[in-house]
C-alpha cells in the first residue's frame, strides 16, 4: 500500500520530538509556496521541510523559488517524500544535508 503524505509528515514530527526538536506546521495566510514544516533542533539547527506523497508529488515552480531563496538566506531547505528521506535528514551529516536536492 502506497504512503500518503500525511503518514510521512506524522513521521517526520514524531523523529523531530524523539531528538527533542520541535515541528512546526506552517500556514502562513497570503503566501503560497512557502514549505510545509518548519523543524528546530538544538545546535541549533532550523529546517525547512517541503513534504510530497511518495507516487505523484509534485513540486511547483513557486516551491523551487522558495527553497533558492531560503538557501540564498542560509537556510536548509529539503524536499521529503519517504521515510527513508526523513530518516537520512534526522542522521545524516552537514555535507550529506547540503548536497540533498
Known amino acids: 500500500m502506497a504512503q500518503r503524505e500525511a503518514s510521512i509528515e506524522e513521521y517526520l514530527r514524531q523523529r523531530v520530538?524523539?531528538?527533542?526538536?520541535?515541528?512546526?506546521?506552517?500556514?502562513?495566510?497570503?503566501?503560497?509556496g512557502v514549505p510545509d514544516r518548519l523543524i528546530v533542533l538544538s545546535g541549533p539547527r532550523v529546517v525547512f521541510v517541503e513534504l510530497k506523497r511518495p507516487a505523484g508529488g509534485v513540486i511547483s515552480k513557486l516551491q523551487h523559488w522558495w527553497r533558492a531563496r531560503l538557501l540564498a538566506l542560509g537556510c536548509e531547505h529539503h524536499f521529503i517524500k519517504t521515510r527513508a528521506e526523513v530518516d537520512a535528514l534526522m542522521g545524516g551529516t552537514q555535507d550529506e544535508r547540503q548536497r540533498q536536492d
Open 17 to 32: 520530538e524523539v531528538l527533542g526538536g520541535v515541528c512546526i506546521k506552517l500556514s502562513p495566510v497570503g503566501l503560497r
